[in-house]
């Protein structure tokens, strides 16, 4: 009988790699909680309609991409495929944003049925951060100054480099595409197909095409900063200002726009020239008329989200994962004897109690002490502390360190705590 396997682009993450996502995980966690975010936790699976309203029926996700079926009732359902819907669904539905302001973030695993790749899988977690109900340019820098203390708690300050534009009103918006379209339909046989096939439904994705021929054309094109309006002109004006002050080094790439139909206004993206292809680890930007499109009241809104996946494969590209971020114990107690078990688990959770920070494993099964012994180095431990006989008629424990060659010494059970604490700290 064959094997069960996972599906094809939705990854297991295997007690090794673990650690590292927790290292993200609770890094973000800490920046986020000194900014005032509150976590909310989204349904995966949501009716298919939110995101055909909020993303755009025309988008890649929408058409090609999302994880769609019915139910027994005969509802369409969808897992997934971003978080930002699903947050505004929540928020509105149990009435967050009634004349106030929030400051909400979530994680957990989104759903797009792509071509897996390195850095691109149909099964990926994002961390989203999203605030509603301030209007001015200042929360739009703070949610990048944020953004840029995260990569400096991670260590990746000088590897993400941050891409800003302004895409304006839906007005705007509207004028400009009426004018590329009509730019680019005289050169439409010398557009690769994904940029033919967008010139129909959704021609501000060509901007940010990757195909060198389409690239070339897009230089004489119309572009969108030209079609403004004057409002949005001053919003990212003063949007600069306050980075500029902040000391936020950041690039105008006026081809930078978003796949989602409910961006508006400001748009950024920070990326890393450090993986290929998949280059952008956090991206995001406002999207006024969101909550009104779902049914809300009129409220102002700019989040971002950031991909788990490629942001620890940046990490490990660069070989930054901190030591703490690993699985390994730091002590493991052994038992010597069957008359030492119960005093060996006894003693581990008292070192439990007294080195809350450590994690202690405890040698369960039996065995030789040169099996135990291989079991401890195999832990990743630093010491073993070794029980038996001798050691427990004279209240003791014995010391062997696993990683140097000093010798095993013999330490007061009342004193354990402290002096593996100290030789811990060395």
Partial sequence: MAKIQAIRGM??????????WQFVESTARKVLRQYGYQEIRMPVVEQTDLFKRSIGEVTDIVEKEMYTFSDRNGDSLTLRPEGTAGCVRAAEEHGLLFNQTRRLWYTGPMFRHERPQKGRYRQFHQIGVECFGIQGPDI?????????????????????????????????????????????????EQLDEDSKRR??????RILDSKDEGTRKLLVDAPRLEHYLDEESKTHFARLKELLDTAGIAYTVNPALVRGLDYYGKTVFEWVTDSLGAQGTICAGGRYDGLVEQLGGKPTTAVGFAMGLERLILLLETLGLVPKEANSNADIYVTAMGETAVAPALALAETLRDQLPDRVIVSHCGGGSFKSQMKKADRSGAR???????????NATAGVKPLRSDEEQSSVAQSELAAALAKALAS
């Fill in 11 to 20: 990854n297991d993450i295997l007690p090794e790699q673990t650690p590292v």
């Fill in 140 to 188: 739009d820098a703070e949610l990048l100054i944020l953004t840029a203390r995260l990569w400096h708690e991670l260590g990746l300050g000088s590897h993400a480099r941050l891409e800003i534009n302004s895409i304006g009103s839906a007005k705007a918006r509207n004028e400009f595409r009426g004018a590329l379209v009509n730019y680019l339909g005289q050169y439409k």
């Fill in 199 to 204: 010139l129909e439904t959704n021609p501000l």
């Fill in 383 to 393: 010491y073993a502390v070794i029980l038996g006989d001798n050691e427990l008629e």
